[in-house]
């Protein structure tokens, strides 16, 4: 595992490299991209679906949430839906997932989204801040803005779910220190659920990646959802 997770450093190395080389995107662009990208994925179908299913969960995350690289119904949402489903769960689960999105944007763009469901949902799994690592940002920035998420949630009295992430090696000793403990955290201070890793079984595994050795393969999002239903489905027990 010790391996794996140095491989781990040195593939966000190499991505950490080419994004600091490439243009930062106008903050009013990327504003406005988040929202289209929501607002196109709220169509009449999948509102429709929301609708008929007795349990609606919604994935409000970013490019690993929305299954960059993947077939429609290869990426986390639809499996995990599929894999629910298959346990006997009435659930529809609505893909938030926006490619690219800091915890920052998540947070512009999280009262959008909730407001154009067609209903509460029962379960919102929130899993941003691996841009926000992959960029260098201030770790308190990151707690800062996915403890404002989950608040607005509690306010509106949804449950929430957090699906971590963890600084590699390779970022250094104290950020990695403040990085990591931004989810446990706010699970032990909202008293929320806690998946700690959401790459847990794909790191060190480039079979399972894309060739931009950073998203999973439909293999890889086969292995991620099948450790993370049973948790969603305890949830929905409870």
Same mark, same amino acid.
């Given at each position: 595992?010790?391996?794996?997770?140095?491989?781990?450093?040195?593939?966000?190395?190499?991505?950490?490299?080419?994004?600091?080389? %490439?243009?930062?995107?106008?903050?009013?662009?990327?504003?406005? #991209?988040?929202?289209?990208?929501?607002?196109?994925?709220?169509?009449?179908?999948?509102?429709?679906?929301?609708?008929?299913?007795?349990?609606?969960?919604?994935?409000? %995350?970013?490019?690993?949430?929305?299954?960059?690289?993947?077939?429609? #119904?290869?990426?986390?949402?639809?499996?995990?839906?599929?894999?629910?489903?298959?346990?006997?769960?009435?659930?529809?689960?609505?893909?938030?997932?926006?490619?690219?999105? /800091?915890?920052? &944007?998540?947070?512009?763009?999280?009262?959008?989204?909730?407001?154009?469901? /067609?209903?509460?949902?029962?379960?919102?799994?929130?899993?941003?801040? %691996?841009?926000?690592?992959?960029?260098?940002?201030?770790? &308190?920035?990151?707690?800062?803005?996915?403890?404002?998420?989950?608040?607005?949630?509690?306010?509106?009295?949804?449950?929430?779910?957090?699906?971590?992430?963890?600084?590699?090696?390779?970022?250094? &000793?104290?950020?990695?220190?403040?990085?990591?403990?931004?989810?446990? &955290?706010?699970?032990?201070?909202?008293?929320?659920?806690?998946?700690?890793?959401?790459?847990? %079984?794909?790191?060190?595994?480039?079979?399972?990646?894309?060739?931009?050795?950073?998203?999973? /393969?439909?293999?890889?999002?086969?292995?991620?959802?099948?450790?993370?239903?049973?948790?969603?489905?305890?949830?929905?027990?409870?």
């Amino acid at each position: 595992m010790l391996k794996n997770f140095f491989l781990y450093g040195s593939t966000l190395a190499l991505l950490q490299l080419l994004i600091a080389c %490439g243009p930062a995107p106008e903050e009013g662009q990327a504003v406005l #991209k988040d929202v289209e990208t929501v607002s196109n994925e709220t169509d009449g179908v999948q509102k429709a679906e929301a609708k008929e299913a007795e349990i609606l969960i919604v994935a409000f %995350g970013d490019s690993l949430y929305a299954g960059y690289g993947l077939d429609q #119904k290869e990426g986390f949402a639809p499996e995990l839906q599929a894999a629910l489903i298959a346990e006997g769960k009435d659930v529809r689960v609505y893909n938030a997932g926006v490619s690219g999105d /800091t915890t920052a &944007a998540g947070l512009r763009r999280m009262d959008f989204v909730l407001d154009s469901l /067609t209903r509460k949902p029962d379960l919102v799994i929130l899993g941003l801040g %691996g841009n926000d690592m992959l960029r260098g940002l201030k770790p &308190a920035d990151s707690r800062a803005n996915m403890e404002a998420m989950v608040r607005k949630l509690d306010e509106r009295e949804i449950p929430v779910m957090l699906t971590g992430m963890l600084a590699p090696p390779n970022l250094g &000793a104290e950020f990695s220190k403040e990085f990591n403990v931004i989810y446990p &955290a706010l699970a032990k201070k909202y008293n929320i659920a806690l998946y700690p890793f959401f790459m847990d %079984g794909v790191v060190g595994r480039p079979d399972l990646f894309l060739p931009d050795g950073l998203h999973p /393969t439909a293999e890889g999002i086969d292995i991620i959802v099948g450790k993370i239903a049973p948790q969603v489905a305890k949830l929905l027990e409870s």
